[in-house]
């Protein structure tokens, strides 16, 4: 990508304000055959990103999965680049225009913003190729063997035509406001994702015909659905894509023209949040008036149907001030996370997964509630393979129970409809409830300012956590008077969201407990959030920003001195990311030491593993499966006295260094038993959903040199033979080895 001209004025996000930048199935075929550049010692984090994005997409390519279930990985591939393209290149090409430093100075990874963008571009051309590819030459093909069509205008039979007019002059036409580009119709503000029509217009009035034609604009609404369903015969399911519908509709929208040409096309643009934090005015105002801000945020990217005329193309590259390599045109429908609306919409549960529902935890005989549970015993919960109504049932219990007097939680990404956001409400007209919301949850902003707006009516404490930190834990208090009149405290901590609806399909590690070693450190933690009140413990918890970073590298140079005492010694770790140089040059000693160490990284990994002298004994792989690897599992076999712990922190400078997170132990035998043989000994030996990352940056396939094992279904396997309770730590003949098969 070409530098931007600083010099051009655009309509930057807070310009005037001071800115902190903040495959086949069976196949060993290498993922990418470009690895990610970077030093010696690390790869660079976004062509990594780009890697994993990848992977996702070789889930749809796979014919192993359900036909819909493909098409829906291909809709989350596109999901994922809009987030990369609006948030990682935006930032790229921010720093370059607004020259926070000099363009051509290298990074961190030893090549400078400009040079990184020149490297992804055709990284980011290639991959969007490869997703048409997918779409036009696999799934379109195999969807219309299934009687599953996605029909253009000119397809459609007469009762279709009927039938689908009928709808755009009822639902359509109302909403719709075309115009006209020309000295007293200046060019629509086009917002951030939103598809649009452009079409070449020639007027019939003499006098007016001669001269460039004119450039017209219409909105697809974004209230409508974007398939609309045609009368098809039975077993089969057409549609005509809402735009398409439009679109052939451009004479009667613009009467009085003849229409040469017309194209679709839709504007990503900068969604970076910038905060001035020196000002005076509340988090809650700063943060509305960034989220209108980023609705107009510069352009990105623009795509565009490859069928468009240049004439068009070059009109609206220009209006955007684009680079030439910042238009992507597409051989097919743009916005491809469009599709998801049709896994959503045919119901064919032959052509998707088995729907599957997580094992309810069932209380100990004559345990009257969660409460007497959890003071007998911790409970270690696996979502979506545990119920995550479990969780949900600790909240209400609290509501509900009279012993309970105070209740505190953090919320940072929340569905819609959540019964948490009800049981808080609720609990406030009879007990002290305090919420920790964070308002920069990146895209769930303006629902979480709703939310905290809604539950400050209803009277719970709202607090924004920590100006300049992002709250990224996962904790819930609640303080109960129990029958013997002691005063206790009973606490959930978690590495997922508390998000009913995400729960589902995310995997993540719940843990109950009221012991009060942990629960006073829970405590601690909320005292900090909502006082800034710093202490200098919080055993046994490891808090960011305070204590993770330092207690993580002791954690991993324990290991190493253990390792060269000749005592047990190994590190096996999971999570989403790993970047953090000072833990991955904690890790290369500790490799040289001698020290075994199997991380499960699913998206950007910085460490090269496998490099003879500095990482002989790393091995990294990614699992990409049914469910979103969203766990944080870390342990650490200290001389044979194993320590486990859980949390919301991946290994990366954000999470150990900008934001509140939360890691804490797992303590009870059996329980950290489970954690490393039944759950990370899974991930481990998974043959088929894994992929294993080499020296040179590619990712590979795990071999076969056992039967074929997806750690996923064992899980889900293992669920469905009965809840938590029978679910006990098997032996080491029925569980998975703790050790990769490689």
């Not at 253009?152 to 755009?168: G, I, P, Q, V």
């Not at 001035?276 to 795509?303: C, I």
């Not at 990409?624 to 944080?632: A, D, I, N, P």
Request: net charge positive; proline share 7%; charged share 30%.
């Amino acid at each position: 990508m070409k530098r931007p001209d600083p010099s051009k004025k655009k309509a930057a996000v807070s310009r005037k304000k001071a800115r902190k930048p903040t495959g086949k199935k069976t196949s060993d075929k290498p993922v990418s055959a470009s690895p990610p550049i970077g030093s010696e010692r690390f790869f660079e984090r976004d062509e990594s990103w780009m890697l994993f994005n990848r992977r996702v997409l070789e889930e749809a390519d796979d014919t192993t999965n359900p036909l819909l279930e493909r098409v829906k990985y291909l809709a989350i591939t596109a999901s994922n680049l809009d987030e990369f393209i609006e948030i990682r290149v935006a930032s790229l090409l921010q720093r370059i225009e607004d020259a926070y430093d000099d363009p051509r100075k290298p990074l961190q990874d030893g090549i400078s913003p400009q040079q990184s963008l020149d490297r992804l571009a055709p990284i980011l051309h290639k991959f969007v190729d490869a997703q048409y590819a997918c779409w036009n030459q696999r799934l379109t093909p195999a969807l219309r063997e299934e009687g599953i069509r996605l029909l253009s205008w000119k397809e459609l039979d007469d009762r279709a035509r009927e039938h689908a007019l009928r709808f755009y002059e009822s639902e359509v036409d109302p909403l719709l406001t075309p115009v006209t580009v020309d000295p007293s119709h200046p060019f629509p503000r086009v917002l951030n994702k939103a598809l649009c029509i452009a079409l070449l217009l020639r007027s019939k009035r003499k006098g007016n015909s001669k001269g460039p034609p004119a450039l017209g604009v219409v909105t697809v609404p974004r209230t409508l659905p974007r398939l609309v369903p045609l009368p098809s015969r039975q077993g089969k399911s057409d549609f005509i894509m809402l735009h398409k519908l439009i679109e052939a509709q451009g004479p009667r929208m613009f009467r009085g023209y003849d229409v040469l040409a017309r194209a679709p096309f839709r504007v990503t643009r900068n969604s970076n949040l910038y905060l001035q934090e020196e000002e005076s005015r509340s988090v809650f105002e700063s943060v509305r008036a960034e989220l209108y801000n980023r609705r107009k945020g510069d352009a990105v990217r623009m795509e565009i149907e490859k069928s468009a005329s240049e004439e068009i193309v070059e009109r609206l590259r220009t209006n955007f001030e684009l680079e030439p390599v910042q238009v992507f045109k597409t051989k097919g429908p743009v916005n491809l996370l469009r599709l998801m609306h049709l896994y959503e919409s045919v119901a064919r549960p032959d052509l998707k997964f088995v729907p599957f529902q997580g094992r309810r935890y069932q209380l100990s005989p004559k345990t009257a509630n969660l409460f007497d549970e959890v003071r007998k015993k911790d409970i270690l919960l696996h979502h979506p393979f545990d119920s995550y109504s479990t969780v949900e049932e600790f909240v209400q219990c609290a509501v509900e129970d009279p012993a309970v007097v105070s209740m505190e939680q953090t919320l940072y990404r929340t569905s819609q409809a959540s019964p948490l956001y009800t049981a808080l409400t609720e609990a406030a007209q009879t007990k002290e409830v305090t919420v920790v919301v964070e308002l920069l949850a990146r895209f769930d902003e303006a629902s979480n300012i709703r939310w905290a707006r809604e539950m400050e009516d209803a009277g719970v404490g709202v607090y924004h956590g920590i100006l300049g930190l992002k709250t990224h834990c996962k904790l819930a208090l609640m303080v109960r008077r129990d029958s013997d009149g002691v005063i206790r405290r009973y606490a959930h901590l978690g590495t997922g969201n508390y998000n009913s609806v995400t729960a589902r399909f995310y995997t993540d590690i719940s843990l109950l407990t009221a012991r009060p070693e942990v629960t006073s450190a829970v405590q601690r933690v909320f005292r900090y959030l909502t006082a800034k009140a710093e202490e200098e413990d919080y055993t046994p918890l490891l808090v960011a920003p305070l204590t993770l970073a330092p207690r993580l590298l002791m954690l991993i140079d324990r290991e190493a001195e253990h390792a060269r005492q000749g005592r047990p010694a190994r590190i096996v770790a999971k999570m989403n990311a790993l970047l953090d140089r000072a833990t991955i040059e904690a890790l290369y000693a500790a490799s040289k030491a001698g020290v075994p160490i199997d991380l499960i990284v699913r998206g950007m990994c910085a460490l090269r593993p496998g490099v003879r002298g500095l990482s002989d004994n790393i091995r990294v792989r990614s699992i990409v499966g049914r469910f979103l690897e969203h766990s944080r599992i870390f342990s650490f076999e200290n001389g044979g006295q194993y320590e486990v712990y859980c949390g919301s922190a991946d290994w990366m400078p954000r999470n150990l260094f900008e934001r509140c997170e939360v890691v804490f132990p797992v303590d009870a035998p059996d329980l950290s038993l489970r954690l490393r043989k039944e759950i990370l000994g899974s991930y481990l030996k998974d043959n088929i959903k894994a992929r294993v990352l080499q020296p040179d940056g590619r990712y590979i396939r795990a071999r076969h040199k056992a039967p074929p094992f997806i750690a996923q279904e064992y899980l889900m396997t293992l669920a469905a033979e009965g809840n938590v309770e029978s679910a006990k730590p098997r032996t080491a003949a029925s569980s998975p080895p703790e050790s990769p098969s490689q």
